[in-house]
T-cell receptor
Framework: ETGVTQSPTHLIKTRGQQVTLRCSSQSGHNTVSWYQQALGQGPQFIFQYYREEENGRGNFPPRFSGLQFPNYSSELNVNALELDDSALYLC?????????????FGEGSRLTVL | GESVGLHLPTLSVQEGDNSIINCAYSNSASDYFIWYKQESGKGPQFIIDIRSNMDKRQGQRVTVLLNKTVKHLSLQIAATQPGDSAVYFCAESLSGGYNKLIFGAGTRLAVHP
């Protein structure tokens, strides 16, 4: 176990709705990264948060947004859901500034958009 | 462009054999590479990493080889066990660390008794 927990584990939404996914990072970690993994593909980087600020973003539209809280937990918000947003959303925490910054992944939130 | 790909989508091996999973990367500026293992229903799990100033790195039963000349990365698993059955991803980074990893599509390793 990595100590990274995500909720909910599964959810179903319809097109146009909004969704919020949550992530609790491993104790002591100050950085959270979010990845989208479509079925049968590798994860794709969405963005990273470090000390409550966005610290890098992948090729995702603005309707994908996030937050990091003072306790380093994080949220991923997706507005105006599209069918192609159906995927496994992975959160990974790390400790930047000390050590290697190795990512520790949670088990993901499986989003289905109908 | 930035991309990481794999030569073989599925690899089947016998228990006890050695496995070799290959990966090609396209960005010569990538300076850090990581192999991850993902079991069904779980998130990716770190296996081993290597920096671009190295050619080889060994871990417990695993070895990663990096050939910068042909932009090729491989993961060797010695004495493959049923518990090694999973999807394996290589990932590259342009920032020298774990920010903005670029993952390949993955190779499924099936270990048969």
């Amino acid at each position: 176990e990595t100590g990274v927990t995500q909720s909910p584990t599964h959810l179903i939404k319809t097109r146009g709705q909004q969704v919020t996914l949550r992530c609790s990072s491993q104790s002591g970690h100050n950085t959270v990264s979010w990845y989208q993994q479509a079925l049968g593909q590798g994860p794709q980087f969405i963005f990273q948060y470090y000390r409550e600020e966005e610290n890098g973003r992948g090729n995702f539209p603005p309707r994908f947004s996030g937050l990091q809280f003072p306790n380093y937990s994080s949220e991923l918000n997706v507005n105006a859901l599209e069918l192609d947003d159906s995927a496994l959303y992975l959160c990974a925490s790390s400790l930047v500034g000390k050590g290697t910054g190795e990512l520790f992944f949670g088990e993901g939130s499986r989003l289905t958009v109908l | 462009g930035e991309s990481v790909g794999l030569h073989l989508p599925t690899l089947s091996v016998q228990e006890g054999d050695n496995s070799i999973i290959n990966c090609a990367y396209s960005n010569s500026a990538s300076d850090y590479f990581i192999w991850y293992k993902q079991e069904s229903g779980k998130g990716p799990q770190f296996i081993i990493d290597i920096r671009s100033n190295m050619d080889k790195r060994q871990g417990q039963r695993v070895t990663v080889l990096l050939n910068k000349t042909v932009k090729h990365l491989s993961l060797q698993i010695a004495a493959t066990q049923p518990g090694d059955s999973a999807v394996y991803f290589c990932a590259e980074s342009l920032s020298g660390g774990y920010n903005k990893l670029i993952f390949g599509a993955g190779t499924r390793l099936a270990v048969h008794p």
